[in-house]
């Protein structure tokens, strides 16, 4: 669970009553704040999950490249660092630098292959579930429900590893979507949270 989802979770168990006025409008703006962010991206990822995806493998290549950077730094300039270190940090710094660039002059293809691997990564990890499932449901409370789960995850495992950029897209698609509607949750919540409480004049 990210930051922002454990603080958005975490405003539904604060009573607002027994914060200040400074306490309440900085948790709605959080609140709005990150919602908007919320329904932006999933609109972008529902309406224009192509170009969203071109998006994130940019920021993937820009990250890197940062990486890189500070990898080099630090084997270069770094003092005290020793001679196996150094060489460790300037191997690092030059494969993330590598991986940067071809992703910044690339980011169309590199967001097909970044699918593709994701893709398959998912499916790998859905038939292990499944496969789990299936050895454990004769301990299960619901024989039936654990039988049934193993099989979909495999089944849907399976599929996923043979289209997994056709998967990926429909999961990107689907992650959209409920983007959208925690982001509207949250601007709602951000609205009505301490909402008609009246507070104590402090300047008097």
């Given at each position: 669970m990210s930051q922002t989802e454990s603080f958005t979770l975490a405003t539904y168990s604060l009573d607002p009553s027994d914060l200040t006025k400074s306490a309440v409008t900085a948790v709605r703006a959080a609140l709005g704040i990150g919602g908007i962010i919320s329904l932006i991206i999933g609109l972008m990822m529902t309406f224009w999950p192509d170009k969203s995806a071109v998006a994130l493998a940019w920021?993937?290549?820009?990250?890197?490249?940062?990486?890189?950077?500070?990898?080099?730094?630090?084997?270069?300039?770094?003092?005290?660092?020793?001679?196996?270190?150094?060489?460790?940090?300037?191997?690092?710094?030059?494969?993330?630098?590598?991986?940067?660039?071809?992703?910044?002059?690339?980011?169309?293809?590199?967001?097909?292959?970044?699918?593709?691997?994701?893709?398959?990564?998912?499916?790998?990890?859905?038939?292990?579930?499944?496969?789990?499932?299936?050895?454990?449901?004769?301990?299960?409370?619901?024989?039936?429900?654990?039988?049934?789960?193993?099989?979909?995850?495999?089944?849907?495992?399976?599929?996923?590893?043979?289209?997994?950029?056709?998967?990926?897209?429909?999961?990107?698609?689907?992650?959209?979507i409920v983007l959208i509607l925690l982001g509207i949750v949250q601007i709602i919540h951000a609205f009505q949270f301490g909402r008609g409480i009246i507070y104590q004049d402090t300047a008097a």
């Open positions: 920021l993937f290549g820009l990250y890197w490249l940062i990486a890189a950077v500070a990898y080099l730094g630090i084997a270069i300039f770094a003092a005290g660092k020793k001679a196996g270190a150094r060489i460790l940090n300037i191997v690092l710094g030059l494969v993330m630098l590598i991986a940067s660039l071809i992703v910044l002059f690339n980011p169309a293809e590199s967001a097909r292959v970044l699918g593709t691997f994701i893709g398959i990564l998912i499916g790998i990890l859905w038939v292990i579930q499944g496969v789990f499932a299936l050895v454990q449901s004769g301990d299960a409370r619901s024989r039936v429900w654990a039988i049934t789960f193993g099989i979909i995850s495999i089944v849907a495992g399976i599929a996923l590893c043979f289209s997994p950029l056709m998967g990926i897209q429909i999961l990107f698609v689907i992650s959209g």
